[in-house]
């Protein structure tokens, strides 16, 4: 993104981009600089509505917009949405990834001399921020894949990585671990895709015991092993979530073996939880068998 100095070096009051929802309902400003004296705007220019954004209508005919009197341009143009204050005169573009935009950058009070030789300077500047962009949100979704697991969407090891460490101190905290009984045989007898299904069976149960039970998570842990942490649980409540699986389970028609167990926060090692979580599991496990 350009550098804080531009605001100066263009000798601008502001300069800001906007990005468009997804359902480009709404536009957002989500990075600016200011000349020093000129009062920030960004957090009040959230939701900006997309719809009386007049500039996304003069965009269709023209790739840079350049208004040199606002005062005069709003007089003669009253239904237009006015979204950023102190305004004698700006320039504007659309951000655009393969012709599609997906917002615009705004130099609002530029000097005189970059005003009359604008158009260039903002074609190039609005290519390369939208370039930007789209390396941004390639690398995010990136790290949002490497959090989640793909069949499921449940978090994995990394996500519990990150969940663990921001975990609140001083709350009583469930751990719940589940894993499922028969995945081996309904992959060699009905196929991987029936396997698949009794995973993704498993995951929506346990989501959904987690989100009745209060704030937390359930991760894959890897294979057929599942763990279910929600914050804020006594005994009684996680021996509750426990009977509430169990019931969900048999339902449904599947077989999983769970251990439990609760403690406060803050934990040291969180493997040493899975470890003793683990082995209280296996204990069900081993009476299921019998």
Known sequence: MPTASQSSELDADRISIFECDAGRHFIDNTYEWCRNGVEPMKEKMQQVPFVPCYLYEMF?????????????????????????????????????????????????????????????????????IAIMIRNRDAARELERMSLYDQMTGLLNRRGLSNYFNNLPKGISCAFVFGDVNGLKRMNDVHGHEAGDVLIKTVARIMQRAQQDAGEGHVFRMGGDEFLMIVEHADGQKTVAIIQSLRDAFRANNVSVALGHLTCMTPISDIDAIITKVDREMYKDKGRQKR
Do not use: C, W
């Open 60 to 128: 269709r005919a023209q790739h840079v917009v350049k208004i040199a009197d606002y005062e005069k341009f709003q007089s003669e143009h009253p239904a237009f949405e006015h979204y950023l204050p102190d305004i004698r005169r700006f320039i504007a573009a659309p951000l655009k990834i393969s012709d599609k935009i997906i917002g615009h950058i705004q130099i609002v009070n530029p000097k005189e001399n970059l005003f009359q030789a604008s158009g260039y300077l903002m074609m190039t500047l609005s290519r390369f």
